[in-house]
């Protein structure tokens, strides 16, 4: 049985060596390449981390919100439960998500999600889909046709999670396509072979005249005193 699990996480901001703190872990189960009901889901007071207005704009997640949560320290240890030895799926994760939970995770002393466990939808997508301006969930969810509704007016650890979770589905199921140099080398020999640029064109057999070169000399100098 393949047993994956996809995470998202809300946070104070960017920067927990600053002190930044989680305030929402959202998990999504997924087992032989199926979402189960089984998901993780939990809101985490802070402990005295003013989250920014902007921000706040981002989760709608509030410091009076969060006041009655549990701490990272009664959390932690049911998300490392939670997980097991799974995979683990994040978006951005190697870069964002697991450092800054093995960062909580450190500072509650509790082990770390060890890097082989770890996987980033971010990493695979970047070499398996090839057209997306960029690689965003969002983006990537619209490139597969996945619903954002859900997430319409704020995100959410949760709901992020069950986005993740059919991303990574569709990527798993997409092929890695091949290296940049490789899919430019095969376009430009499909320009060549197109008739109207690989074909041989009727070369100029006369000289140029002397109103045409004195066109072009007048044409160069005010080009090179540009």
């Keep these: 049985m393949a047993r994956i699990i ?12 600053r002190g ?55 959390v932690a240890p ?15 994760g190697l870069d964002f998500d697991f450092p800054f939970v093995n960062h909580e995770l450190m500072k509650a002393g509790l082990p770390q999600i060890p890097r082989e466990q770890q996987a980033d939808s971010l990493v695979i997508a970047r070499n ?40 990574y589905l569709e990527l798993e199921n997409t092929a890695p396509v091949p290296e940049a140099a490789e899919i430019i080398a095969k376009q430009h020999e499909a320009m060549l072979a197109h008739p109207k640029i690989g074909a041989d064109f009727p070369r100029r057999t006369f000289p140029v005249n002397e109103a045409e070169l004195a066109n072009h000399n007048a044409f160069m100098e005010k080009i090179m005193a540009a």
């Design 6 to 17: 996809c995470f998202d996480i809300e946070t104070t901001g960017f920067e927990y060596l």
């Design 20 to 74: 930044d703190r989680c305030i929402e872990i959202g998990a999504v189960e997924v087992i032989d390449g199926k979402i189960t009901d089984n998901t993780f889901h939990e809101y985490i007071n802070p402990e005295g981390k003013i989250i920014p207005p902007e921000t706040y704009e981002v989760h709608k997640i509030s410091n009076a919100f969060l006041e009655d949560k549990p701490k990272m320290t009664e």
């Design 78 to 92: 049911r998300f490392l439960e939670f997980i097991g030895d799974s995979l683990v799926v994040a978006h951005n």
């Design 128 to 167: 398996r889909v090839f057209g997306p301006k960029n690689y965003t969930l969002d983006t990537l969810a619209k490139w597969f046709g996945i619903s954002l509704t859900a997430r319409a007016d704020a995100h959410g650890a949760l709901i992020d999670s069950e986005i993740l979770a059919k991303v």
